[in-house]
């Protein structure tokens, strides 16, 4: 018998229930439609066992505000032995029998009022026991609502767009006079990037002469993303100036703060070889591999690695995808905003920024909107240089929307 299924671990469970037992029965019955073969009897059985197994491999956990985590291992080990005790000849049926049954257990702590957890746990919690993968938004917003304002605060001031940003607006000062073809002057690029107190990729060419923003793609990022923002005003095409949001803008207080974390959360989310247009694969699946870093199970390079065995409808393409995401990865983490290396993570004062960006991201439906005005015009020379067939464009055009 496994470790989690052994008396002492049912005693947990026992204890664990016993102020929710008879609620949760009377709930049952007036709520649920039960197999009178099973009962709510052996429903709560279930549960008094499950809960020990919870509790034996994670003390901590409390069923009344279970976190993802807890329900991940629920998920992933718990239910997996209590299968295979046993001894089913269909364990796929028991596991989703008993994956509906903690269903069950969620959603009368919700109704009734004895969720002590958040919202977004909650609801996070619900997806995973049901076995369908929660919305990356859910996943970060109730990751995000973990972190509190001083530790959010202390990282993004300073991280590397909030520090580019503030060269940039001391650079422009009241004013800046610009080329009427670009956002900077070469001169002006070469002195911001020596003002950026932080570490920088790329401070100077070869000869250390002054660069075009073009040739400094994350300063022109930040740049753009100022623009958006407006952090600065750019309307004259000759004259920069400070936007209407630059007054305060690193206050502590809510709508700087929200304003931070679209600065941060959209320089790590964009993928700054496409600020202009084009798809980029590494900016669709970025959200996916911070969002397992936010949950405590960190992208490494065997992952990253898998993702080509699981893309096979791209062809040669999948090989090339996962290297730019690599590539994105490692730009990302020489600038400080993800761990240097894998495993991939990402510092939890970043986590709110990251929950914005793709909240707006979700709004903006990046794919769904892909061919909403026609095909894109890069489509077909992207595919042909990645070398695939016409079937194989075919299937990638119906992933993104398309004909």
Same mark, same amino acid.
């Given at each position: ?310 893309? @096979?409808?791209?062809?040669?393409? #999948?090989?090339? *995808?996962?290297? !730019?995401?690599? /590539?994105?990865?490692?730009? $990302? +983490?020489? %600038? ?10 990402? @510092?939890?004062?970043?986590?709110? #920024?990251?929950? *914005?960006?793709? !909240?707006?991201? /979700?709004?903006?439906?990046? $794919? +769904?909107? %892909? ?33």
């Amino acid at each position: 018998m496994d470790d989690t299924l052994e008396p002492a671990s049912y005693a947990l469970g026992r204890q664990a229930m016993a102020d929710l037992r008879a609620p949760f029965t009377t709930w049952l019955d007036e709520n649920v439609h039960v197999d009178e073969e099973v009962g709510p009897e052996a429903v709560v059985e279930a549960l008094t066992v499950g809960a020990g197994g919870l509790l034996t491999l994670r003390p901590q956990a409390r069923l009344t505000r279970l976190t993802p985590e807890d329900v991940d291992v629920l998920v992933t080990r718990v239910v997996p032995a209590m299968v295979e005790d046993a001894g089913t000849d269909e364990p796929d049926e028991m596991a989703e029998d008993l994956q509906a049954v903690w269903w069950q257990l969620l959603t009368f702590l919700g109704e009734t009022g004895r969720w002590e957890g958040t919202a977004g746990d909650l609801e996070t919690n619900l997806t995973l026991v049901a076995g369908e993968p929660p919305e990356l938004s859910e996943v970060f917003a109730a990751a995000a609502e973990d972190v509190d304002e001083g530790e959010e605060d202390e990282t993004v001031l300073a991280s590397f767009p909030v520090r580019a940003a503030q060269a940039v607006l001391a650079h422009v000062g009241d004013g800046l006079e610009v080329p009427d073809d670009a956002e900077l002057a070469g001169d002006d690029v070469t002195a911001i990037l020596a003002a950026v107190e932080h570490p920088v990729p790329i401070t100077a060419d070869a000869e250390g002469e002054p660069q075009e923003l073009e040739d400094v793609p994350w300063l022109r990022q930040v740049v753009l993303l100022m623009l958006g923002l407006d952090l600065l005003d750019g309307e004259d095409e000759t004259l920069l100036v400070p936007g209407a949001e630059a007054d305060g803008w690193l206050d502590p207080t809510p709508e700087p703060r929200e304003l931070r974390r679209q600065l941060v959360g959209r320089f790590v989310l964009d993928d700054p070889a496409t600020l202009d247009e084009g798809f980029s694969i590494a900016e669709a699946v970025l959200p996916t591999v911070l969002a397992s870093a936010v949950t405590g199970k960190p992208f490494d390079d065997a992952a990253l690695d898998a993702l080509v065995d699981n893309a @096979a409808v791209l062809g040669p393409a #999948a090989g090339v *995808a996962v290297e !730019e995401l690599r /590539e994105r990865l490692s730009d $990302l +983490g020489a %600038l400080g905003l993800l761990s240097e290396s894998a495993p991939w993570t990402i @510092a939890r004062g970043f986590w709110p #920024a990251i929950a *914005a960006a793709v !909240e707006d991201e /979700e709004e903006d439906d990046l $794919l +769904g909107g %892909l061919f909403g005005d026609g095909e894109p015009h890069w489509l077909e020379g992207v595919m042909g240089q990645l070398g695939l067939g016409d079937d194989q464009v075919q299937q990638i055009r119906g992933l993104l929307g398309g004909r």
